[in-house]
């Protein structure tokens, strides 16, 4: 399977631990994105990253989040001191550089976090 | 900013009788627009995609949207409703310089034998 992964794929938690949580995207992908849906919403963007460089972080990335993507390839999605309003499903999405005009982002089952 | 509006939160309709999934935009550029469908406990899949080209966008399964900047919608059709169509529908936007999707809060359509 060439697809986006995620890991793991369910996540439970007690209220001030930290989590983190694994995206490994498409291969030949140079773009990686975070995502957050709560129940019965849609996706909301977290963070983007080209290759290993954050370029964008949404408003909704507390200082509690952080993301990295060292080499380039996969991603972690780090949560400190995790509150109950963090209990969501974490997407991770990837994407080519678009030749010409913007491209779809392909994504992965995402991992679904309960925080107790 | 953009932003998506989809105005049914759920749609019941019969097998074999058409889809109609609504969906406004709202963007402050030329938007590329897409629908995506999610089933449970499975990924986000594309549907289909807009990007100024032709105006009517055919997707998979059969389905199909329509972009009518002058209504500033893009709904979601198609022809005759599948028992495996039962699924959660959203309507995403994107702008060209922004590489953030902006998901709309979804469309649950349910297909009643």
């Known amino acids: 399977d060439t697809g986006v992964s995620q890991n793991p794929r369910h996540k439970i938690t007690k209220r001030g631990q930290n989590v983190t949580f694994r995206c490994d995207p498409i291969s030949e992908h140079n773009r990686l994105y975070w995502y957050r849906q709560t129940l019965g919403q849609g996706p909301e963007f977290l963070t983007y990253?080209?290759?290993?460089?954050?370029?964008?972080k949404s408003r909704l990335l507390s200082d509690r989040f952080s993301a990295e993507r060292p080499k380039g390839s996969f991603s972690t999605l780090e949560i400190q001191r995790t509150e109950q309003g963090d209990s969501a499903m974490y997407l991770c999405a990837s994407s080519p550089i678009p030749t010409s005009t913007v491209p779809e982002q392909y994504f992965g089952p995402g991992t679904r976090l309960t925080v107790t | 900013a953009q932003s998506v509006t989809q105005l049914d939160s759920h749609v019941s309709v019969s097998e074999g009788t058409p889809v109609l999934l609504r969906c406004n935009y709202s963007?402050?550029?030329?938007?590329?627009l897409f629908w995506y469908v999610q089933h449970p406990n499975k990924g986000l899949q594309l549907l289909l995609k807009?990007?100024?080209?032709?105006?009517l966008v055919k997707g998979i399964n059969g389905f199909e949207a329509e972009f009518k900047k002058s209504e500033t919608s893009f709904h979601l059709t198609k022809p005759s409703a599948h028992m495996s169509d039962a699924a959660e529908y959203f309507c995403v936007v994107s702008q060209e310089g922004r590489r953030a999707l902006t998901f709309g809060s979804g469309t649950r359509l349910q297909v009643q034998p």
């Open positions: 807009y990007t100024s080209a032709a105006t």
């Open positions: 963007s402050s550029y030329s938007p590329s």
């Open positions: 990253f080209q290759n290993e460089a954050q370029l964008e």
